[in-house]
């Protein structure tokens, strides 16, 4: 199975303040005949189901919000809050679809500092 | 708009079998994969396995291939998951999820049911 390792486990950051949440596949999740990133993320509030952000790795999903993005290539991946807001406590996932045997990272709970 | 409501909490002795449902609604039930991921208390998600709404092909993870079956009912648009053999550590919450994108195998999820909180205790 692929492993999915996601770093911090945690991060506090101010109000306004930038958040930083990078994730590593233990092998490529890019499918070579159609050059896809098959990562996601996902943001999950105490409670929730998880709710898309990301997808393709850096593709915002509908309705989610500009201060969310994605990039990465290969096997590194990051997420970024580009100012971070109340609502945005959370525990945020990465997952890969690129094998037959998906996986999800460990999570990285962020919280207002 | 498109949603899934899933099934009610249920508390299983070990050894007992649960079967869970997903209700699909607001899109064409045939044509998106539905998936199944549980998340024990306090950790991550973990993936079980797919069912292909419009044929019934499944997959399973490797985890859980010996102990779950995935089943559809078209007519109700309804996705099943039954899982056997329950013990202590399948204390968690099922979820049932849908793919982004029709008609193809690989995608995020897009769609997530509410979560059916599992308890197996005795």
């Known amino acids: 199975d692929i492993v999915m390792t996601q770093s911090p486990d945690s991060l506090a950051v101010s109000l306004g303040e930038r958040a930083t949440i990078n994730c590593k596949s233990s092998q490529s999740v890019i499918d070579s005949s159609t050059n896809k990133k098959c990562l996601a993320w996902y943001q999950q509030k105490t409670g929730q189901p998880p709710k898309l952000l990301i997808f393709s790795a850096s593709s915002r999903e509908s309705g989610v919000p500009d201060r969310f993005s994605g990039s990465g290539s290969g096997t590194d991946f990051t997420l970024t809050i580009s100012s971070l807001q109340a609502e945005d406590v959370a525990v945020y996932y990465c997952h890969q679809y690129y094998s037959g045997q998906w996986t999800f990272g460990q999570g990285t709970k962020v919280e207002i500092k | 708009q498109a949603q899934l409501v899933q099934s009610g909490a249920e508390m299983k002795e070990p050894g007992a079998s649960v079967k869970l449902s997903c209700k699909a609604s607001?899109?064409?039930?045939?044509?998106?994969?539905i998936h199944w991921v549980r998340q024990a208390p306090g950790q991550s998600l973990e993936w079980m396995g797919r069912?292909?709404?419009?044929?019934?092909?499944?997959r399973y993870s490797q985890n859980f291939q010996d102990r779950v079956t995935f089943t559809r009912d078209t007519s109700a648009t309804t996705v099943y998951m039954e899982v056997i053999s329950l013990r202590s550590e399948d204390t968690a919450v099922y979820y049932c999820a849908r793919l982004q994108t029709p008609l193809i195998l690989a995608a995020a999820f897009d769609i997530w049911g509410q979560g059916t909180m599992v308890t197996v205790s005795s």
């Open positions: 069912i292909t709404a419009g044929s019934g092909n499944t």
């Open positions: 607001g899109y064409t039930f045939s044509d998106y994969n």
